[in-house]
């Protein structure tokens, strides 16, 4: 998270200071002569060293709204019980319900005292001194923080920061990366008789996907073509489509899978599965909305239009659902309440209950449905063998599609299914190389990820995935395919 740090701006359009109180007076009571006992009322007593805010005691932070301004502050020191790692703050000890300090634009920097410190023996100081200790460095327990703006989390999608698809051109820049060198290297591979595949491997697999929309804008900038239109013209077969996919970047690239699985004759579940069922709600949202801004289209209307009876519920249910948050704690109670529940639907009556198996692994977290299936083969038997048995078609493909990634004697995070899913696409007689892309670039995007599957495949297959996609694969579609797998990790943050 970034933030900015905001000075408060004064007032006054001549005189930027014309309309400050008086030295000394505090902003929020009117100016005139000091009460009788002025150590009663905070603000009052001599003018403040040069620096010092206004309407701030010397050597402390504003007191918060609720104390009592009566009320008398103890002397600096530990207050008792803690730990002797960092000196107090100056002044009332801090609250929750502390206004901010905005430090004044004359001041040191916000963590740094105005008043030099004494020697370790001396037990008072100086005059004009403030008796407190200096302030310790920002972020030290209990010290008010300047205020500060807070900058929107960046967007992630398939476990990896993803630049704002709305945003205008100008705004894709990532901090330290100057992107002109690989757009250079791109026009290089590109331009003239063939194309240098390998230095367009070796430029674009590197790259984070907030990279690879910098290297975008750059190289629309510098060559007036947008990089994506170059690439397409200059490769052909399964390396063009690979490339194509990395040079697009995540998201974009799942909106445009989804719209060729339900354009065209015929609807490719398979892909429809892979990609909206088990994702975060937040990944939906965000697919759903790219899906609009690249082809003015409603995805949830077109899944309707495209698909029909209990798939297109399923399907609709999953766009639509409003899954919990991974990061919320299970409730075991209502695991329980799930697996009865799913027992009843299916194991336990005569037919099924299809929507209470949609409703439940649909609309509940990763976590819980990995509770959900570890609770119900300890008390009944295994959930994929019940779905196998209960449904067909569309229907048990999908759902062990969710089972099957929320298994927690794996990993219950799909790892172990997408090494299966990638091994699916090059068994048996020929590759399925369309599988195999989406399947290797939607992986290249989380190092961590694509740590785990190649561990996941090598305990499957007893062969490294590095191995069987050289048997399966040749010319540059294998070396970017290699890349992609690549154990020392291809995608640098």
Not at 99 to 126: D, F, I, V
Not at 330 to 352: M, S
Not at 368 to 397: C, D, P, Q
Request: include cysteine.
């Amino acid at each position: 998270m970034l933030y900015q740090y905001q000075h408060p701006l004064p007032s006054g359009e001549n005189n930027p200071y014309a309309h400050a109180p008086a030295s000394g007076v505090p902003i929020a009571l009117p100016a005139g002569p000091p009460p009788v006992n002025p150590a009663s009322h905070p603000g009052y007593g001599p003018p403040p060293i040069p620096g010092q805010p206004i309407g701030q005691p010397q050597g402390s932070f504003p007191p918060p709204q609720h104390y009592d301004q009566h009320q008398y502050y103890p002397p600096a020191g530990p207050p008792p019980g803690h730990a002797q790692g960092y000196p107090p703050p100056p002044g009332p000890p801090p609250s929750h319900g502390q206004a901010p300090y905005y430090p004044s634009p004359a001041a040191p920097p916000p963590g740094h005292s105005q008043y030099p410190p004494g020697p370790h023996q001396q037990q008072y100081a100086p005059q004009n001194y403030s008796p407190y200790p200096p302030l310790p460095p920002p972020g030290a327990p209990g010290i008010p923080q300047p205020y500060y703006t807070a900058q929107p989390d960046p967007l992630w999608y398939l476990g990896t920061p993803i630049p704002d698809p709305f945003a205008p051109p100008g705004h894709h820049v990532v901090p330290g990366y100057d992107a002109t060198a690989d757009a250079e290297a791109i026009r290089k591979a590109t331009k003239g008789f063939g194309t240098n595949d390998a230095m367009l491997i070796s430029t674009l697999v590197p790259l984070s996907a907030v990279k690879v929309q910098a290297l975008a804008h750059k190289f629309v900038s510098m060559y007036g073509k947008t990089f994506v239109d170059v690439l397409d013209s200059e490769t052909s077969g399964y390396f063009k489509k690979a490339i194509h996919a990395i040079a697009t970047g995540p998201l974009m690239w799942d909106a445009e899978l989804i719209r060729g699985a339900l354009s065209g004759v015929g609807t490719k579940e398979e892909v429809l599965t892979e990609l909206i069922l088990g994702r975060p709600s937040s990944e939906i949202r965000l697919l759903i909305s790219a899906y609009r801004h690249k082809f003015n289209r409603d995805l949830v209307k077109d899944v309707k239009d495209d698909l029909s009876a209990k798939t297109e519920r399923l399907f609709v249910m999953a766009l639509t659902a409003n899954r919990p948050p991974d990061s919320i704690p299970v409730n075991y109670e209502a695991v329980a309440r799930d697996v009865q529940a799913l027992y009843e639907a299916g194991q336990g009556k005569i037919g099924t209950d299809q929507m209470t198996f949609c409703e439940i692994l649909i609309t509940r977290s990763q976590p819980h449905i990995t509770a959900v299936t570890g609770e119900y083969g300890k008390k009944y038997r295994s959930l994929s063998k019940v779905i196998k048995r209960e449904f067909s078609g569309h229907m048990k493909s999908g759902f062990l599609h969710i089972v099957e990634g929320a298994k927690p004697k794996r990993d219950g995070k799909g790892i172990w299914r997408d090494a299966k899913l990638i091994d699916k696409a090059m068994v048996g007689f020929g590759t399925r190389d369309n599988e195999l892309v989406w399947r290797m670039v939607r992986a290249l995007w989380d190092p961590t990820r694509m740590a785990g599957i190649r561990d996941a495949y090598l305990a499957r297959t007893r062969k490294t995935l590095e191995s069987r996609l050289a048997d399966e694969t040749s010319g540059s579609y294998k070396k970017l395919m290699l890349a992609l797998a690549s154990p020392n990790g291809p995608v640098k943050n």
